[in-house]
């Protein structure tokens, strides 16, 4: 077993990761700036929401464009198209599932597409802060 290969490749796939999560740093940082106060981001939900308003019961989610589907963005792969096109799907049904349990809970979720938050963070801003005044 070469260890620096599997080093390497743990660092790769850190950094693939962090890339991932991106979008929902940026938007936290966006956020607070703007003075926004009082979430969780680790809260114990159903999705594992990215940030949770706790006292307003808001949960806040940064979706993928490609692992969600947007409507905007997405392009299916052109290779192993079932396989994705399965996974993809799993995941759509996944975040219906997750909105509806959430609602049951009395907790309102709010999505945001990737896109949004790096193109115009400023409007998701902006829907956030009606959705927890
Ligand atoms: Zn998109």
New binding site residues.
């Given amino acids: 077993m070469d260890v620096h290969t599997k080093k390497q490749r743990s660092y790769n796939m850190s950094r693939i990761r962090n890339r991932d999560t991106k979008p929902e740093i940026m938007f936290r940082k966006f956020i607070w700036a703007k003075g926004i106060r009082g979430y969780r981001t680790n809260a114990k939900l159903k999705g594992r929401p990215d940030l949770y308003f706790l006292a307003k019961k808001v949960a806040v989610f940064i979706d993928g464009?490609f692992w969600h589907q947007?409507p905007?963005?997405f392009k299916a792969p052109k290779t192993n198209k079932k396989f994705w096109r399965e996974k993809i799907h799993q995941n759509i049904n996944r975040d219906l599932k997750t909105d509806i349990s959430l609602k049951k809970q009395g907790i309102n979720p709010i999505r945001f597409?990737?896109?949004q938050v790096k193109k115009e963070p400023e409007e998701c801003y902006k829907e956030l802060l009606q959705r927890i005044s």
């Fill in positions: 464009c947007c905007d963005c597409w990737e896109h």
